[in-house]
């Protein structure tokens, strides 16, 4: 199954597809480009209705545009994830608009480079209100609402970075630490409540993120690209749509006894 937008609706007639998520509300952060947007389309092809975040109002709109003439919900916020705002609005949007969150996926992020004495404190705060205090506004708007339905799920993007220090990703790799605490802490508190919540860990993607990409040249991605490729035990970066999947995974019931994990997915990288 392809994770494009041109896929949505195609693969929605294809029988063989499980239909995990009908019915089932679902708020995706950092939708426009990337590994969200490959979760929003996998999503849709499997029935969900969606609450869609991204500070990016253009690509945001194009690829709601995209999803509601395929036949899907969606409702959108634009808004930058670190505000507290942006996180009542949307689920306050998917309680309004379909009575329920059953499944949250914390996923926006940015991933400043450089080694500590490199950070200056506007990037190191920056990268924590982007990538950890978001998800903190996210999960504590959401979880009221899944302690009164008595069930939730919550999935949260972190990062090899978050296990084990990458060179020259110091506050990326504090930042992703915490999500994964975060994420841990909250399987521990509310686990008894009906809801779980994992992480999953993306190893290195052949796609650069987009941040990333206004400070690299396309030869520098090339360079990249050709230096982990062999580091890899499977020869090969990892793609935005492998890493929507194993995110599917996890926000589904087909991962129903799985709570406080980290779900590697990194080729083996970290093995
Ligand atoms: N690409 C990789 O190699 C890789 C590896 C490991 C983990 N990840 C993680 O996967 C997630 C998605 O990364 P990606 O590769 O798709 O990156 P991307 O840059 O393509 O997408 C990130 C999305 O988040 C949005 N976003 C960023 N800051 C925001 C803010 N303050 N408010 C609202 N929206 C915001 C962007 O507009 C964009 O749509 C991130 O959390 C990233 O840390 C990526």
């Excluded at 089932?24 to 969606?50: H, Y």
């Excluded at 993120?209 to 062999?230: E, G, H, I, K, N």
């Amino acid at each position: 199954m392809k994770a494009t937008a041109e896929t949505v609706g195609k693969e929605q007639k294809n029988r063989r597809i499980k239909m995990r998520f009908s019915t089932k509300s679902v708020v995706v952060t950092g939708v426009a480009s990337g590994l969200g947007r490959a979760i929003a389309c996998l999503l849709a092809n499997e029935g969900a209705k969606l609450v869609l975040v991204d500070r990016a109002r253009e690509q945001l709109e194009e690829l709601t545009a995209i999803l509601r003439n395929s036949g899907t919900e969606v409702g959108e916020v634009v808004g930058d994830v670190s505000e507290e705002a942006t996180s009542r609005r949307a689920i306050a949007l998917a309680k309004s608009q379909y009575g329920s969150i059953d499944v949250l996926i914390n996923n926006a992020g940015i991933n400043p480079t450089g080694a500590i004495a490199e950070t200056d404190p506007s990037t190191w705060q920056r990268a924590l209100d982007v990538n950890l205090k978001s998800a903190y506004l996210f999960c504590r708007e959401a979880i009221p609402h899944m302690v009164e339905a008595g069930k939730g799920v919550i999935v949260n993007t972190a990062s090899i970075a978050g296990q084990r220090a990458s060179t020259a990703e110091s506050v990326y790799g504090v930042s992703k630490a915490g999500l994964i605490m975060l994420t841990r802490t909250i399987a521990r508190d509310y686990g008894s409540k009906g809801i779980r919540a994992n992480a999953i860990c993306p190893g290195v993607l052949e796609s650069v993120m987009a941040d990333r990409l206004t400070r690299m040249s396309p030869d520098q991605v090339a360079a990249r690209d050709q230096r982990f490729a062999p580091t890899v035990p499977l020869g090969r970066l990892g793609t935005y749509e492998e890493i929507a999947k194993a995110t599917l995974f996890l926000a589904s019931e087909d991962a129903s006894y799985v709570n406080g994990a980290q779900l590697t997915v990194d080729g083996g990288l970290t093995a």
